[in-house]
Each structure stands twice: as structure tokens, then as C-alpha cells.
């Protein structure tokens, strides 16, 4: 057997050890692992003084111990992290500070970021129809083409260039087209840095790297020692790991060149509202209600059911077996459908009458604060929503229910004044992006991550590239070529609209809220409302025209105004030629037609209307059939000589099947209404103004007691990217 001081004995190699005679003591266990402990906290303190004397910019520092390689300390002082010269081209060096430090400290001005073009192309040729084919080229090889057909690609134009005499050539690569177009400037601020597996440290680039890492970790007698690198099978040595970064000045410079981005910047730390809400309290309440047996398998399968009847508009996530099995693996954006629209249905008889109405604050809360513009008085009543439901939580529910999550949605507001709409900042994008990784497709070979990086950045500011190298108008024809060929928007100089007046977004607004002062359908509307490419003009269907022409003789006061198929007057006819349109997009509200199909998702809709009495506004549902563009011009002899001074002859509308009303009005207070799953019959109100839609809505069919089928319509937020 061995001496017992052999085994709970151990040599100490600590400072304090080490300053003995013996240059290290022996010592039990756990006395070295308090002596190495204590080592560690004061190399950090003392490293932490000697960073706060010598640091003269404000930069986040990673503390490493002293290493035996000056090589090391190279490679970590060119990493991201240390240098503040790699990020904002500092030349000071550490020894040219004085006690003034807030005088010393350099900062960066936004004039720094507009100096240096980040898309200068110096050889780009001077004819504009050259510009666009080497453009297109590019663009259109970076989305579609690999390298070598890139190459192909470039020959085929070639030979087109010549046959028709053309003085111009592309270069015959790739990447020479790319530099001489500009566009490899897009990726040069990427650096690819060398890092340690083990301890983390990080070199300049595979050239500069030991072979193996000479940093010591704190506390060590030795250097880490791992393999930087390994070889592949071309013998070539590659990094184990690799670290890709993005200049941070690069990607400021081509911000600060679109406008208004100064103005736009986020500053400070805000509140996640997708984590906030959705998946934090609306999840934390159903694990409540599923703990305590407030719902069980019976009311989940229910739920289920009436589930399976809802349609919801295009931009939520349906919800039908994820309810029936409990709720399990759910997301956040399944979270956000359940809460904005499947909850105040299918929870109505499930929870108890008063936990049911404080689940309705917080709801009616969400709806106030997903919304993309949102007015201060919107923010105030759905902060008043969120106090009287954290404070009812706190007397319906055991105190543990209160997190610091929830205390959070207090501080909502604030977060929305300072910050703007949520669409701003909340996290969907990032998860958005992740699911965009998940599927990038690879090699399989080494260096995904400068691959991804590459790409993600070329796609991120292809829009910025093409508006800088298309400077002249005559290019404007062009973008819409171009624009096919990049992820993101391109902003245009001139865009034709409808209208030959400009589209105020007041007038717009005050169209869809406002129903004593209805817009007429000729008024203007957003440039990116329409698509590209219209349909060939068709004949309307003659049902469907006698309601258009009523609407045009009561609009304008026209009782005059004959049908196409009358001839027998002398009165202006109406035209029965029509352009039918897939879909519009006003200001982020997409909006689709059933175009005969039994239902689209995006054709549930809902428009404000005068009661016949005139004093109450009613709020009617329906779906849209098709949409539609009409020209109709005022006659002369027409005695509106103002209205005619700015008609427009252009008119945009919808023709609507509207739901037949219900007298049911119980579930008006929940935010939902009732109405029969049938149509009403058609007349000159089906034809309505897009200008007059009000919102989108999800409908869901259930069974009365009495066995009697209603639709229940949910109202949903109104996007308004304004």
C-alpha cells in the first residue's frame, strides 16, 4: 500500500509556493485548489489594473495571462477583440497618453465613413448600356451561376458583344468582372482569423499562426500547446478553427451612405418583445393552466377541432395538432398566432370567466404593440392593458406566477418611445436567419463559415451596390431587370404610379377610418402597391358590371350615366374593360383575391360602413373576390369643375362577397365578432375602394348550442409601414 500522504498530498506550483525555497511545497488537495484558485482571481486583478492604465480607447478587452511567445501576444493583439486599430485605423500607440484620458480618446465621425466609396468602381466603362450588361452579369452569376459556368456565361455575352460591333468587352473571369464592376469591394472588409481550440486564443491569419498555440492559459506553467492547424488531402494546412469577421467600419460606411441612417441609429439596450411576450408569458401561463389542470386532453382535443376550421391570413402560422398534443415544441411565431388569434376563440368556456378576461388584456395589449406603426396614445393604452393584467395575474394565481419576465412588459413602453415599433428590434429576423443557415447550401468541404460570410454580405448589400453604380437617369429602366437578381430593395430615383397626384400617407389613413368621407378609388396610392407586369385588359362580367356602374352613379351623382350596352341615349357609357391584379401591397398589408378558388388566405378582409341610421359605424367582413383597375373619366359637361381639375381617371378597387350580419353581439367586448358562413347578396357596395380596407381577419366556424353554424371573426393588426 502506498503512504496515505502519497495520495491526498499533491506539489503545489502556485506563486506563493513557487517564492519557496523549494520552488513549490507539497500540500493537500483541496489546499492547492484554493492556492490556484486565489492565483487565478489575483491574475486577473492585477491584469485588470495593468488594461485600466494602459488602455486609451474604449474597446472590450479579453484578459490573458503572460505568454513565453511574443508570437501569442501578436496574434492576440490583432484579433477583434484587442485591436482597436483593426476596427477604426486607431495609430496611437500605448505610450502617447496622458492623464486626459477623455481628451485622448479618439472617436469616429460620421465623415470618416463617407470618405472612401465602398463601391468605387474605377474601371467600370463609361457607356450606361455597358454599366448594365457587366452589372446584370455579375449580379446574375452571384445568384445563379457557379464559377465555371460564370465562365461560360462571360464567353457567350462576349461573342454577342462582338456581333453586333460592340467596342466592349467583359473580362473573362469572374473575378475580374467582379473587380472591375466594383462588386468584389462588397466582401473586402472580411477577415478570417486563426482560433485555438482549447484556450480560445486568437491568431491574425493562418500565415502569420504558430503551428501550435503558445498562449498560456492563466494559472498554467506551460503553453496551451494544441494544433492550430491539420492538412487536408491536397497536403495544403488549413486552421482547425476559424473565426470570420466583418469590419465594422466597412459595414458603417455602406449604412451611413443610405439616407436617413443616422438619424435611424439604435442606441442602448432594449426588450425583446418576441421572448418578452410570447415566449415567455403566453407560455409560462399555458404551462400554468396545463399544471393545474384548468386544461386537460378533453379540452385540448376540442381546441383541436374548432381549430381545424380557422383560416388565417398568409403571415401567421397555423396552428391544428401542436394544440391537440398539448402545446409541445412550439416556436415563437406559433406562440404569436396563438396568442393574437387562435386564444380568444378557443380559450372562451375553457378558462374560468375572470382568468378568461385577463387573458384579454394581455391580448389586447399584444395587438396594440405588434403593430408596425403604433400612435403614443396606442402605447399608453396598452401599457394600462399590461398593469391591470400583471396585477390581476397576482391576485388569480399564486405569487410564483410573477417573473422578472413579466415585470418586464411594465418597461414595454418605454422601450417602444425611445425605440420605435417592435418590428424593429424584436427577434423574429434573427430566428429568420437561422433557419436561412440551417439551409445554406454547402460543399461539404472546409471554410463554411467565409463561404456563409461571403454571401450573406454580397446579399445584404447588393441593393446599396446596384443604386450606387446606377447614377444616371437613363438607367432606370434597368433596375427593374435588376432588381430580380437581389435580396434586397433597390431604391429608385422615379417610379411611375397611378396617380398624377403624390400619395400623402394622412389622406390614406383617414380613407380606411373614416367612413363618412370615403374615398372615391382614383385616389393616389403608394408607388410599391402594384406589380411590375399587368394582365392584359379583360371584359367584366355583366352581373358584376351592373354594380359598378351603380357605383359610379351614386359616387359621382351621375344618374345619367348609361351602360356600355345601351346606345339608344346620348349620355356617356360606362366601359366594361377591366385589368384584373393577382395580388396588391399597400404599405406591408398584402392583399390577394380568391381569383375562383374556394379561399385564399389573404382575402379575408374587413371596411368600415355608416349604419342605416346614420350615426353608427359597423364593421363588415367579407372576401375578396378579385381585384381590379378601371378607367372612368368624368363627361364634360360634369359640373364638378373642381373634381375634374384634379380627376384621375385611373381607379383602384375590390370586389367583395360581404358575410351575412348576426344580431349575436356577445363576444364583442373579447375583440371578436359573429356572422353567418354564408354571403350576402351582391350589390354596388361589393364594389369597394382598396383605399377602404380597413384590416385582414381570421375566421373560425363553430356550433351553437342549438346545433346552429356562425363564423366567428377575429380582427387581426393592421400593417403599416409607413
Given at each position: 500500500?502506498?503512504?496515505?500522504?502519497?495520495?491526498?498530498?499533491l506539489?503545489?506550483?502556485?506563486?506563493?509556493?513557487?517564492n519557496?525555497?523549494?520552488?513549490?511545497s507539497?500540500?493537500?488537495?483541496?489546499?492547492?485548489?484554493?492556492?490556484?484558485?486565489r492565483?487565478?482571481?489575483?491574475?486577473?486583478?492585477?491584469?485588470?489594473?495593468?488594461a485600466m492604465?494602459?488602455?486609451?480607447?474604449?474597446?472590450?478587452?479579453?484578459?490573458?495571462s503572460?505568454s513565453?511567445?511574443?508570437?501569442?501576444?501578436?496574434?492576440?493583439?490583432?484579433?477583434?477583440?484587442?485591436?482597436?486599430?483593426?476596427?477604426?485605423?486607431?495609430?496611437?500607440?500605448?505610450?502617447?497618453?496622458?492623464?486626459n484620458?477623455?481628451?485622448?480618446?479618439?472617436?469616429?465621425?460620421?465623415?470618416?465613413?463617407?470618405?472612401?466609396?465602398?463601391?468605387?468602381?474605377?474601371d467600370?466603362?463609361?457607356?450606361?448600356?455597358?454599366?448594365?450588361?457587366?452589372?446584370?452579369?455579375?449580379?446574375?452569376?452571384?445568384?445563379h451561376?457557379?464559377?465555371?459556368?460564370?465562365?461560360?456565361?462571360?464567353e457567350?455575352?462576349?461573342?454577342l458583344?462582338?456581333?453586333?460591333?460592340?467596342?466592349f468587352?467583359?473580362?473573362?473571369?469572374?473575378a475580374?468582372?467582379?473587380?472591375?464592376?466594383g462588386f468584389?469591394?462588397?466582401t473586402?472588409?472580411i477577415?478570417?482569423?486563426?482560433?485555438?481550440?482549447?484556450c480560445?486564443?486568437?491568431?491574425?491569419?493562418?500565415?502569420?499562426?504558430?503551428?501550435?498555440?503558445?498562449?498560456s492559459?492563466?494559472?498554467?506553467r506551460?503553453?496551451?500547446?494544441?494544433?492550430?492547424?491539420k492538412?487536408?488531402s491536397?497536403?495544403?494546412?488549413?486552421?482547425?478553427?476559424?473565426?470570420?469577421?466583418?469590419?465594422i467600419k466597412?459595414?458603417?460606411?455602406?449604412?451611413f451612405?443610405?439616407?436617413s441612417?443616422?438619424a435611424?441609429?439604435?442606441?442602448?439596450?432594449?426588450?425583446?418583445?418576441m421572448?418578452?411576450?410570447f415566449?415567455?408569458?403566453s407560455?409560462?401561463?399555458?404551462?400554468r393552466?396545463?399544471?393545474?389542470?384548468?386544461?386537460g386532453?378533453?379540452e385540448?382535443a376540442?381546441m383541436?377541432?374548432?381549430?381545424e376550421?380557422m383560416?388565417?391570413?398568409?403571415?401567421y402560422?397555423?396552428?391544428?395538432?401542436?394544440i391537440?398534443?398539448?402545446?409541445?415544441?412550439?416556436?415563437?411565431?406559433?406562440?404569436?398566432?396563438?396568442?393574437?388569434?387562435y386564444?380568444?376563440v378557443?380559450?372562451?368556456?375553457?378558462?374560468?370567466?375572470?382568468?378568461?378576461?385577463?387573458?384579454?388584456?394581455?391580448i389586447d395589449?399584444?395587438?396594440?404593440y405588434?403593430?408596425?406603426?403604433i400612435t403614443?396614445?396606442?402605447?399608453?393604452?396598452?401599457?394600462?392593458?399590461?398593469?391591470?393584467?400583471?396585477?390581476a395575474?397576482?391576485?388569480?394565481?399564486?405569487?410564483?406566477?410573477?417573473?422578472?419576465?413579466?415585470?418586464?412588459h411594465?418597461?414595454?413602453?418605454?422601450?417602444i418611445?425611445?425605440f420605435g415599433?417592435?418590428?424593429?428590434?424584436w427577434?423574429?429576423?434573427?430566428?429568420?436567419?437561422?433557419?436561412?443557415l440551417?439551409?445554406?447550401?454547402t460543399?461539404?468541404?472546409?471554410?463554411f463559415?467565409?463561404?456563409?460570410?461571403?454571401?450573406?454580405?454580397?446579399?445584404?448589400?447588393?441593393?446599396?451596390?446596384?443604386?450606387a453604380?446606377?447614377?444616371?437617369?437613363?438607367?432606370?429602366?434597368?433596375?427593374?431587370?435588376l432588381?430580380k437578381?437581389?435580396?434586397t430593395?433597390?431604391?429608385a430615383?422615379?417610379?411611375?404610379t397611378?396617380?398624377?397626384?403624390?400619395?400623402?400617407?394622412?389622406?390614406?389613413?383617414?380613407?380606411?377610418?373614416?367612413?363618412?368621407?370615403?374615398?372615391?378609388?382614383?385616389?393616389?396610392?403608394?408607388p410599391?402597391?402594384?406589380?411590375?407586369?399587368?394582365?392584359?385588359?379583360?371584359?367584366?362580367?355583366?352581373?358584376?358590371?351592373?354594380?359598378?356602374?351603380e357605383?359610379y352613379?351614386?359616387?359621382?351623382?351621375?344618374?345619367?350615366?348609361?351602360?356600355y350596352?345601351?346606345?339608344?341615349?346620348?349620355?356617356?357609357?360606362?366601359d366594361?374593360?377591366?385589368?384584373?391584379?393577382?395580388?396588391?401591397?399597400?404599405l406591408?398589408?398584402?392583399?390577394?383575391?380568391?381569383?375562383?378558388?374556394?379561399?385564399s388566405?389573404?382575402?379575408?378582409?374587413?371596411?368600415?360602413?355608416?349604419g342605416s341610421?346614420g350615426?353608427?359605424?359597423?364593421?363588415?367582413?367579407?372576401?375578396?373576390?378579385?381585384l381590379?383597375t378601371h378607367?372612368?373619366?368624368?363627361?364634360?359637361?360634369?359640373n364638378?369643375?373642381?373634381?375634374?381639375?384634379?380627376h384621375d381617371?385611373?381607379?383602384?378597387?375590390?370586389?367583395?362577397?360581404?358575410?351575412?350580419t348576426?344580431?349575436?353581439r356577445?363576444r364583442?367586448?373579447d375583440?371578436v365578432?359573429f356572422?353567418l358562413?354564408?354571403?350576402?347578396?351582391?350589390?354596388?357596395?361589393?364594389?369597394?375602394?382598396?383605399?377602404?380596407i380597413?384590416?385582414?381577419?381570421?375566421?373560425?366556424?363553430?356550433?351553437?348550442?342549438?346545433?346552429?353554424?356562425?363564423?366567428?371573426?377575429?380582427?387581426l393588426?393592421?400593417?403599416?409601414?409607413?
Amino acid at each position: 500500500m502506498f503512504p496515505s500522504t502519497q495520495i491526498h498530498t499533491l506539489d503545489c506550483h502556485c506563486i506563493k509556493c513557487h517564492n519557496s525555497h523549494q520552488k513549490s511545497s507539497y500540500a493537500a488537495k483541496r489546499t492547492e485548489s484554493r492556492h490556484n484558485k486565489r492565483a487565478r482571481v489575483e491574475g486577473i486583478r492585477i491584469f485588470e489594473n495593468t488594461a485600466m492604465r494602459n488602455m486609451d480607447v474604449d474597446t472590450e478587452v479579453i484578459p490573458t495571462s503572460r505568454s513565453d511567445s511574443v508570437e501569442a501576444m501578436d496574434g492576440q493583439a490583432n484579433s477583434p477583440f484587442l485591436d482597436a486599430a483593426s476596427m477604426f485605423d486607431n495609430d496611437r500607440d500605448d505610450n502617447d497618453f496622458d492623464d486626459n484620458v477623455e481628451d485622448e480618446v479618439n472617436e469616429i465621425e460620421i465623415e470618416d465613413f463617407n470618405s472612401e466609396d465602398p463601391f468605387a468602381a474605377p474601371d467600370m466603362p463609361e457607356n450606361e448600356v455597358h454599366q448594365f450588361i457587366a452589372i446584370f452579369t455579375v449580379l446574375f452569376a452571384s445568384r445563379h451561376v457557379v464559377d465555371k459556368g460564370a465562365a461560360v456565361l462571360i464567353e457567350f455575352i462576349n461573342n454577342l458583344l462582338r456581333i453586333y460591333d460592340q467596342d466592349f468587352q467583359l473580362p473573362t473571369s469572374l473575378a475580374g468582372l467582379q473587380k472591375m464592376t466594383g462588386f468584389s469591394a462588397i466582401t473586402k472588409g472580411i477577415k478570417i482569423f486563426v482560433v485555438c481550440q482549447d484556450c480560445h486564443t486568437v491568431y491574425q491569419d493562418i500565415v502569420s499562426a504558430p503551428p501550435r498555440c503558445v498562449s498560456s492559459k492563466l494559472g498554467a506553467r506551460s503553453a496551451c500547446n494544441c494544433n492550430l492547424t491539420k492538412s487536408i488531402s491536397s497536403g495544403a494546412l488549413v486552421a482547425k478553427r476559424e473565426y470570420v469577421y466583418q469590419s465594422i467600419k466597412n459595414t458603417l460606411s455602406v449604412f451611413f451612405r443610405r439616407p436617413s441612417f443616422e438619424a435611424k441609429i439604435l442606441r442602448g439596450t432594449i426588450i425583446d418583445p418576441m421572448h418578452n411576450l410570447f415566449l415567455g408569458t403566453s407560455k409560462r401561463l399555458m404551462d400554468r393552466w396545463i399544471d393545474e389542470k384548468t386544461i386537460g386532453p378533453e379540452e385540448f382535443a376540442s381546441m383541436e377541432k374548432i381549430a381545424e376550421t380557422m383560416v388565417l391570413p398568409r403571415d401567421y402560422t397555423t396552428l391544428t395538432t401542436k394544440i391537440g398534443k398539448g402545446f409541445s415544441y412550439m416556436k415563437a411565431d406559433e406562440w404569436k398566432s396563438w396568442v393574437l388569434v387562435y386564444s380568444p376563440v378557443l380559450l372562451h368556456g375553457i378558462l374560468p370567466p375572470l382568468q378568461f378576461k385577463n387573458w384579454m388584456y394581455f391580448i389586447d395589449a399584444c395587438r396594440y404593440y405588434v403593430k408596425p406603426s403604433i400612435t403614443f396614445d396606442e402605447i399608453t393604452t396598452a401599457h394600462s392593458l399590461l398593469e391591470k393584467f400583471c396585477n390581476a395575474c397576482n391576485v388569480d394565481y399564486t405569487a410564483t406566477i410573477l417573473t422578472c419576465n413579466m415585470h418586464l412588459h411594465l418597461h414595454l413602453h418605454e422601450c417602444i418611445r425611445d425605440f420605435g415599433p417592435v418590428y424593429g428590434y424584436w427577434l423574429f429576423g434573427f430566428e429568420r436567419y437561422n433557419d436561412i443557415l440551417k439551409n445554406f447550401k454547402t460543399n461539404g468541404k472546409d471554410g463554411f463559415e467565409a463561404t456563409y460570410m461571403k454571401n450573406f454580405v454580397q446579399n445584404a448589400y447588393k441593393g446599396d451596390y446596384v443604386n450606387a453604380v446606377l447614377k444616371s437617369s437613363s438607367q432606370i429602366p434597368f433596375i427593374h431587370t435588376l432588381s430580380k437578381l437581389v435580396t434586397t430593395s433597390i431604391p429608385a430615383a422615379t417610379v411611375t404610379t397611378l396617380s398624377s397626384r403624390p400619395f400623402r400617407l394622412q389622406a390614406f389613413v383617414q380613407g380606411y377610418t373614416d367612413p363618412y368621407n370615403p374615398p372615391k378609388g382614383n385616389e393616389p396610392l403608394p408607388p410599391s402597391t402594384f406589380p411590375l407586369k399587368y394582365k392584359k385588359p379583360s371584359v367584366m362580367d355583366d352581373s358584376d358590371y351592373l354594380h359598378l356602374l351603380e357605383y359610379y352613379q351614386v359616387t359621382y351623382n351621375l344618374p345619367d350615366l348609361a351602360s356600355y350596352q345601351d346606345t339608344s341615349y346620348n349620355h356617356p357609357a360606362l366601359d366594361n374593360q377591366i385589368i384584373k391584379l393577382k395580388s396588391i401591397d399597400i404599405l406591408g398589408q398584402h392583399y390577394r383575391g380568391t381569383n375562383n378558388s374556394t379561399i385564399s388566405r389573404r382575402s379575408l378582409v374587413q371596411a368600415k360602413f355608416v349604419g342605416s341610421n346614420g350615426n353608427i359605424i359597423l364593421g363588415f367582413a367579407g372576401q375578396i373576390q378579385y381585384l381590379f383597375t378601371h378607367s372612368f373619366q368624368l363627361p364634360p359637361t360634369h359640373n364638378l369643375h373642381l373634381t375634374r381639375m384634379v380627376h384621375d381617371h385611373q381607379h383602384v378597387f375590390a370586389f367583395i362577397k360581404w358575410f351575412c350580419t348576426s344580431s349575436d353581439r356577445s363576444r364583442e367586448d373579447d375583440g371578436v365578432e359573429f356572422c353567418l358562413p354564408t354571403f350576402s347578396p351582391d350589390s354596388y357596395h361589393s364594389i369597394i375602394p382598396v383605399h377602404r380596407i380597413l384590416l385582414e381577419v381570421a375566421t373560425a366556424t363553430i356550433a351553437t348550442s342549438r346545433n346552429v353554424s356562425k363564423m366567428l371573426v377575429i380582427p387581426l393588426p393592421k400593417k403599416l409601414y409607413a
